[in-house]
C-alpha cells in the first residue's frame, strides 16, 4: 500500500489536502497486471475497484492536489494545479524505485476552476493504451494502472460514461510546478523543489553544492533530449507540450490530443486547437528547449543574487540544447537504417531519405519496416521500387559494405529501432468509439497484446499495420476532458 507521501508532506503550499469523489458503481475496466505486481498491489476486484476509483481510501494515502502553473501555446496561466486528480502517495516498486500514484477524473479539488473534476471513459482509455504502448516501444511515461468505471454518465459533446483512470510516474514535478512559485517570488520553494527533483530524479547532483542548479538544468536537457529524440524515432506527436505537461522525470505525460504519424510531414499536427503547428512533430525539440528556458528562467534568483551574472551562466547550458540533441537525433536515425553511428555519410543518407519521404508521402513506420526486410527478402525489392526510392537504396546498400557492416547486423540493429506496429490513430479510435459504445474490453486487449510487443511481428500484428485509408490526412484529436 501507500508506504510515503513525500510530496504532500512538502505542506499546503505545494499540494491541498482533499478527498476524491466516492462512485456508488465504481466497476474494473482495464487492469495492469503487471505493472500491480511491480508496485506490489496485490488485491481483490472489490478491491481494485474500490481504491482506484476513490470510493475508498487506498491505506496510507494523503490525497493532495498539486499546485502548478503553466505556459499554455505560450501564454503563461498563473493558476492551472490539478483540477480533476487526487495523488494518494508513493509506494516501491520492486525496482526500489519511488513511484507516485495519482487518480484522475475522481471529483473536484481546489483548483477545479469551472470544471467537473471527471474524466470520460474514452480519454481514460485512450491514455491507457497508449502510454502502455508507449513504454512497450521503450520511451520514458507515466504509465497506467487502471481504468475503472465509476456508473455514472457526463456530460461532455454528449453524454458519455465517466471513467478514474489511476496514473504511475516517477513523479509529477512539472516545470510548471517551478513556475508557480516562481511567479509568486518564492524562492524558499522553489529550492525545496529543486531538492525533491534532485533526490527524486538526479541523484548524482549534490544537493549541499552551490553549483546544483545548473547541473540540474544541464540534466533536465539531456532528459528532455533522450525523451524527444524517442518520441522521433517513433513517430510520436504529443500535440500539447505546455511547460505543466513537462515533467522533471523526464517522462511523456498527458496524453489528450497526441497522435502517431503517418505520411511523413515534419509539419504534421492532428491536434484541432494547434491552428499555427507549435507542437508540430519536427517542431518538438525547438519546444523542448523552450520549456527547459522557462525553467531555467524560476532558478536565476537561487543561482545568482545578480540577475545578469545568473544569466551570463545560464545561457550556454541552454545553448548546449541544439549540439546535444542534433548528435542523439543523427545517432537515433543512423540506428534506425542499420549503422552504429552517425558520421557524415550516415547523416547525409538518412537526410536524404526523410526528404524522399516527404516528396513521395510514404508511411514513417512501414517504409522502415520494408527498408529492413529488403536487407534480407529479394523479393521485397520490387516494394522498394514502389516506394521511388532505388536510388537511395543502392547508395545505402553502397555504404554499408563501404562501412563493413553486414546484412545480419544492420537487420538486428534495425529490427531494435523500428517498431512494425504503432498504436495507430484510426486503431484507437475505432476502440474508444467501441468502448463508448457498449463498455467491452475484448477489442482493447486484443490490441494492447499485439502493441506489448512492438518489435515483433505475432499471429495478430498484421490486423493493426494498416495505414488509414485517408493516410491520416484528415485526422484529427481535441484536448480530450
Ligand atoms: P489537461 O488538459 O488535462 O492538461 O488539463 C489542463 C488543466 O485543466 C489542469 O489544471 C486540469 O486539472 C484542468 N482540467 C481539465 N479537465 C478538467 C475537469 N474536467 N475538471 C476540472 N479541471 C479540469
Ligand atoms: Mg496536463
Known amino acids: 500500500m501507500i508506504t510515503s507521501n513525500q510530496y504532500a508532506d512538502l505542506g499546503d503550499l505545494f499540494s491541498r489536502f482533499t478527498k476524491p469523489e466516492k462512485p456508488k458503481l465504481p466497476q474494473v475496466l482495464l487492469w495492469n497486471n503487471i505493472l500491480a505486481t511491480d508496485l506490489g498491489l496485490d488485491l481483490s476486484d472489490e478491491q481494485k475497484a474500490g481504491y482506484f476509483s476513490g470510493q475508498q481510501l487506498l491505506p496510507g494515502s494523503k490525497p493532495t492536489a498539486m499546485a502548478y502553473s503553466g505556459h499554455q501555446f505560450g501564454h503563461f496561466n498563473p493558476q492551472l494545479g490539478d483540477g480533476r486528480a487526487h495523488l494518494l502517495g508513493e509506494v516501491i516498486d520492486t525496482h526500489k524505485k519511488l513511484q507516485e500514484i495519482q487518480l484522475k477524473g475522481s471529483g473536484r479539488t481546489p483548483f477545479s476552476r469551472n470544471g467537473d473534476g471527471k474524466c470520460g471513459i474514452k480519454p481514460a482509455v485512450r ?67 529543486v531538492d525533491l527533483t534532485i533526490a527524486r530524479h538526479y541523484p548524482k547532483i549534490d544537493k549541499n553544492c552551490q553549483s546544483k542548479y545548473l547541473k540540474l538544468l544541464s540534466q ?30 523526464g517522462q511523456t505525460i498527458d496524453y489528450g490530443p497526441c497522435a502517431m504519424l503517418g505520411v511523413y510531414d515534419p509539419a504534421t499536427v492532428y491536434s484541432s486547437i494547434d491552428n499555427n503547428g507549435r507542437y508540430a512533430f519536427g517542431n518538438q525539440a525547438n519546444i523542448a528547449q523552450w520549456n527547459i528556458a522557462r525553467l531555467a528562467e524560476c ?34 536515425m543512423a540506428n534506425k537504417i542499420g549503422f552504429d553511428e552517425g558520421h557524415v555519410e550516415v547523416n547525409k543518407l538518412h537526410q536524404k531519405l526523410l526528404s524522399l519521404m516527404f516528396k513521395h508521402q510514404l508511411d514513417y513506420t512501414q ?10 527478402a529479394a523479393e521485397s525489392h520490387a516494394e522498394i521500387n514502389n516506394l521511388k526510392i532505388i536510388e537511395w537504396h543502392k547508395m545505402w546498400q553502397y555504404t554499408l559494405k563501404e562501412s563493413n ?22 486503431h484507437i479510435e475505432k476502440i474508444l468509439h467501441q468502448v463508448e459504445g457498449d463498455l467491452s474490453t475484448k477489442p482493447m486487449e486484443a490490441f494492447l497484446t499485439v502493441l506489448q510487443t512492438p518489435y515483433v511481428i505475432t499471429k495478430a500484428t498484421p490486423l493493426y499495420q494498416d495505414i488509414a485509408p485517408d493516410g491520416d490526412l484528415n485526422y484529427q484529436t481535441f484536448c480530450g476532458t
Not at 316 to 327: A, C, G, M, R, V
Not at 411 to 421: H, I, S
Open 405 to 426: 557492416i553486414s546484412h545480419e547486423n544492420a537487420y538486428q540493429l534495425m529490427a531494435n529501432n523500428n517498431p512494425v506496429v504503432i498504436p495507430r490513430n484510426h
Open 220 to 249: 533536465v536537457i539531456d532528459k528532455q533530449i533522450n525523451l524527444i529524440v524517442s518520441w522521433m524515432r517513433v513517430g510520436f506527436i504529443h500535440g500539447v507540450m505546455n511547460t505543466d505537461n513537462t515533467l522533471l522525470s
Open 367 to 376: 517504409t522502415f519496416v520494408q527498408l529492413q526486410q529488403s536487407l534480407i
Open 127 to 193: 491514455e491507457y493504451i497508449m502510454s502502455e504502448a508507449m513504454y512497450a516501444l521503450g520511451i520514458p511515461t507515466t504509465r497506467c494502472l487502471s481504468v475503472i468505471t465509476t456508473g455514472e454518465s457526463i456530460h461532455r459533446q454528449t453524454q458519455t460514461p465517466a471513467a478514474v483512470v489511476t496514473r504511475i510516474a516517477g513523479s509529477h514535478i512539472r516545470v510548471g510546478t517551478f513556475e508557480y512559485f516562481a511567479a509568486r517570488s518564492m524562492q524558499t520553494e522553489i529550492e525545496t523543489l
Open 299 to 332: 532558478l536565476l534568483r537561487l543561482i545568482h543574487d545578480d540577475e545578469q551574472q545568473a544569466i551570463d551562466l545560464v545561457i550556454p547550458i541552454l545553448e548546449s540544447f541544439p549540439e546535444k540533441y542534433n548528435h542523439a537525433f543523427n545517432q537515433m
